[in-house]
């Protein structure tokens, strides 16, 4: 098999899915789907039952899974050798972050990186799943937890505090004020089942339990927006929340939750001048704003 078989084979072999293996492609599933029709006529065997719930591996399949996993490893390796020498602060550079730290932390401050570092071009991510660093899924990531795991190096860049709020009328419709903590009577958003673990969900869970839920959704996005349009209490990081007119914070992160913000690189990709200018660019702009 070449290198791009061993892509596009295990994109599926992990996904289940050709959809969400060009995603993480960057390419159609038509194309996915071609290319592995092509590696299962190269090797004259079917590596994939395709099922209506997606695509799970064959006997066959299983069999070369931790072969290419071998090969892909070591080509990941090659790759980040070379990147790591690379001192030249020129060329892509993918960042990883959340839907809100993306658009509110990053975003707002991209003129200034573009000024300092025009030969960088910048590729952000924003999405709740984890990517994976050491399969080159993205080249930095700013996380919420510090990783236990991997060959990773990993920098506190601040922190990213988040407090209980409601929209001014609904407060007022409720008899609700600042550092009132009975939920008894109250709707609240949250996350859908999946992200229930996430950024508030388990604070809910715990000080919320007897609350209905007006609203499950996997957006941070719309956690604000549904709470700005007044249909219950949702719990928003404070950057974002303070300065919405229309919002009233009822509990400060004291109270709520506070998370550190970490950036999380490669150790083979801690000497490439793009990436390491882009930790540092992205670590200052963190701590300047005290998320």
């Given amino acids: 098999m070449e290198w791009d078989d061993v892509r596009y084979f295990l994109a599926v072999a992990r996904s289940g899915s050709l959809i969400a293996a ?13 290319r592995v029709n092509a590696l299962e006529g190269r090797l004259g065997a079917r590596l994939f039952d395709r099922k209506q719930t997606g695509y799970a591996l064959t006997e066959s399949g299983e069999a070369i899974r931790a072969r290419a996993e071998e090969a892909e490893e070591a080509m990941l390796a090659v790759e980040r050798e070379a990147l790591g020498r690379d001192l030249r602060p020129t060329g892509k550079v993918r960042v990883a972050a959340s839907d809100d730290i993306a658009a ?43 990783p236990t795991g991997g060959d990773l190096v990993m920098r506190r860049a601040g922190a990213w505090p988040f407090g209980l709020y409601a929209s001014k009328a609904y407060a007022g419709a409720h008899a609700l004020r600042p550092g009132k903590r009975n939920f008894s009577q109250v709707e609240i958003i949250t996350w859908t089942e999946e992200w229930a673990h996430l950024r508030g969900g ?15 959704s996997d957006s941070r996005r719309v956690h604000h927006n549904a709470c700005k349009a ?18 009233i914070q009822l509990l400060p992160p004291a109270d709520v939750l506070s998370l550190d913000l970490w950036l999380v690189v490669h150790r083979d990709l801690l000497r490439t001048a793009r990436v390491r200018a882009v930790m540092d660019f992205l670590h200052d702009v ?3 704003q005290d998320c």
């Fill in 202 to 216: 388990p604070w809910l869970a715990e000080h919320a339990s007897t609350a209905e839920v007006a609203l499950a």
């Fill in 22 to 34: 060009g995603r993480v492609l960057n390419t159609s599933a038509a194309t996915v789907a071609r």
């Fill in 104 to 146: 509110h932390v990053v975003a707002p401050h991209l003129p200034e990186f573009r000024k300092l570092y025009p030969g960088i071009a910048l590729e952000l991510v924003a999405q709740m799943n984890l990517v994976n660093l050491t399969r080159r899924e993205a080249d930095l990531a700013i996380r919420g937890a510090r």
């Fill in 230 to 247: 007044g249909i219950g209490l949702a719990v928003l990081p404070c950057l974002i929340a303070d300065r919405d007119p229309d919002l």
């Fill in 286 to 288: 963190i701590k300047q």
